[in-house]
Structures are given as structure tokens and as C-alpha cells.
């Protein structure tokens, strides 16, 4: 008998009716944020600062999506940040399997011990000025490669790629051997075709998290030509911010007039800054879920 005929007890409806409301105030408290942030970016200013938002737009407008691309620099953290996110996710999924993959060999002796030396760095780091003397001795300030080549490698993401390849059936490595295939040639044609679930994830998780970044880019780089796109945002957000000591002698309509430029950007500024990512997840998210699940539950 399938288990939607049979015969549900009082006990089990109460939970699921307890667990159906419980995953509904979740939602919406997840999904709210969302539709406030989409319906007071196409907002009037007033009608942001007034407060009359709450989940449709009010006075339609794109005044703050005007702001925010009247920016000539928009296009060009829009640029740099794709070649960030593109390049730096290449080097670092690639540099996370280079080094997954030897680390999930049984027969890799010193596997131990260096995941051991990579596990201690998750827990103890040099620091920002260390960091940031290494990257200057190594020529790379107020260059592209700064803002990829430090963050290249998460050790979490080694560690969720070597659980998945560990995840594989040994017999696929010997039937291998028995062929004549060699290490590199079974990485690249047998075991990287089988992986795309964990390539999805660990691409998804380096290319948010380069996204994201904009600490990097504040610390190692000074010319505006190489900022990313949440710096240029920044910037754009902390030059319209309203600096109440120095409007005593402004009046009232243009004071009103700037506090409300201000909070539309910030608004306009999160729906720039993220909707690509929410354009690309969707295509994604089957491997996700199955490469996070696998890697999750076996080792």
C-alpha cells in the first residue's frame, strides 16, 4: 500500500501540520527581504524614506537604478568582476582537484600528514599584514592577480572534493591500471567525467565567494580600473551617503532629496549585485544538491 493511502494517524497529522506551518514561517521570513528589497528599488525615494513600502512598489520609479548605472564605472566593476569570477573560478576548481584528488589515493602515503598541514591553516593564518607584505613581495599589488591567486584554494572545498572522490568505487582506479592508464589519464577521462556534481558545487562556492569579494580588492589594489563591482558599488553607496554635519545650511527639500537618493541606492545597489547569481543558480542547482549530498554522506 502506498504511503499516501494508508491510514495517518491524530499524532502524525498534528506534525505534519506543526512542520507545514513551521516551513511556511520560514519562507516567508526568507522570502519577504526579497520582495521588499525588488519592490523599494523600483520605488520613489519618498516613498522609501516615508516608509510606505511594504510589498508592492509605490510611485513606480527607476530613479535609483539611474543613479547607480549613470556611473561609468559600473561597466567596468561589471567587467572586472566577471574576469575575476570566471578566471578565479578555473584556477581554483582546478587547484582544489589537483590537489583532492592525490589526497583520496589510499595508496598516497603521505596523505595524512599533509591534510593534516592544510586542516591546520583552517584554523590558524598568518594575518592581514603578513598577507599583505607576501603579496607585495611577490609584485602582485594593484594587479589582477591579487584579487585571485591569495583566495585560490579553500581547504573546506578540498575536503568536501577528496570525501566525493573517495565516494568512487575502487574497481573503476584498477580496471584502469589493468589498461595501462596512467594517474593523470585516469583523473582527466575516467574519474572528472563521473565528478560533475562536485565540479558544479565547487564552482558555485568559488564563484560566489569571488563574487562577493570586495575586501581584496580595498586592500591590494588603488587604481579604480581594477576595482570589482562591489567596490565600485561601495564607492557609489559611501559618496551618496548624507553627511548630516554638513547640511545645517542645506534646505529642507534637497536634504529630503538626498536621504532618499540614498536609501532607493541601497536597495538598487542588491538587485545589481545579485541578480546575475540568481540567473546562473537555477541551471546549477541539480548538481549542487546531488554534489553537496554526496559528498556529505559518504567518506
Known amino acids: 500500500m502506498s504511503v499516501y ?15 507545514d506551518l513551521f516551513l511556511l514561517l520560514i519562507l516567508l521570513a526568507i522570502i519577504y527581504p526579497l520582495i521588499y528589497v525588488v519592490s ?20 513606480f520609479s527607476l530613479d535609483g537604478y539611474k543613479a547607480v548605472f549613470a556611473s561609468d564605472s559600473i561597466m567596468t566593476g561589471y567587467a572586472n568582476t566577471l574576469f575575476y569570477t570566471v578566471t578565479g573560478t578555473v584556477i581554483s576548481v582546478i587547484l582544489t582537484i589537483a590537489a583532492a584528488y592525490p589526497l583520496a589515493r589510499r595508496d598516497f602515503k603521505p596523505r595524512n600528514i599533509i ?33 585571485i591567486l591569495p583566495q585560490a584554494m579553500s581547504v573546506f572545498n578540498v575536503i568536501i572534493a577528496r570525501t566525493y572522490f573517495q565516494s568512487t568505487p ?11 592508464c596512467s594517474d593523470i589519464r585516469y583523473l582527466v577521462s575516467v574519474l572528472l567525467p563521473l565528478s560533475k556534481p562536485i565540479i558544479a558545487v565547487l564552482a558555485l562556492f ?14 591590494y589594489t588603488n587604481r579604480e580600473s581594477l576595482w570589482p563591482l562591489t567596490l565600485v558599488l561601495r564607492d557609489i553607496l559611501v559618496a551618496n551617503s548624507v553627511n548630516m554635519s554638513m547640511m545645517q545650511n542645506v534646505d529642507i527639500d534637497t536634504l529630503s532629496a538626498k536621504i532618499g ?26 548538481y549542487f544538491v546531488k554534489g553537496v549530498m554526496i559528498g556529505a554522506i559518504k567518506g
Open 40 to 59: 523599494a528599488s523600483f520605488s520613489s525615494p519618498n516613498a522609501v524614506v516615508s516608509g510606505r513600502v511594504w510589498l508592492f512598489p509605490v510611485n
Open 170 to 180: 575502487s574497481e573503476l582506479l584498477e580496471a584502469a591500471q589493468i589498461d595501462g
Open 5 to 19: 493511502n494508508r491510514r495517518i494517524s491524530r499524532q502524525d497529522r498534528l506534525f505534519y501540520m506543526a512542520n
Open 115 to 147: 591534510m593534516l598541514i592544510f586542516a591546520f591553516t583552517m584554523f590558524f593564518g598568518g594575518g592581514i599584514i603578513p598577507t599583505y607584505i607576501l603579496v607585495k613581495n611577490l609584485g602582485m599589488l594593484d594587479t589582477r592577480w591579487a584579487l
Open 206 to 219: 568559488y564563484s560566489v565567494s569571488i563574487w562577493n569579494s570586495y575586501f581584496d580588492a580595498l586592500m
Open 261 to 286: 537618493l540614498s536609501e532607493l541606492l541601497k536597495y538598487s545597489l542588491i538587485i545589481v549585485s545579485t541578480v546575475p547569481l540568481l540567473i546562473i543558480y537555477p541551471f546549477i542547482q541539480r
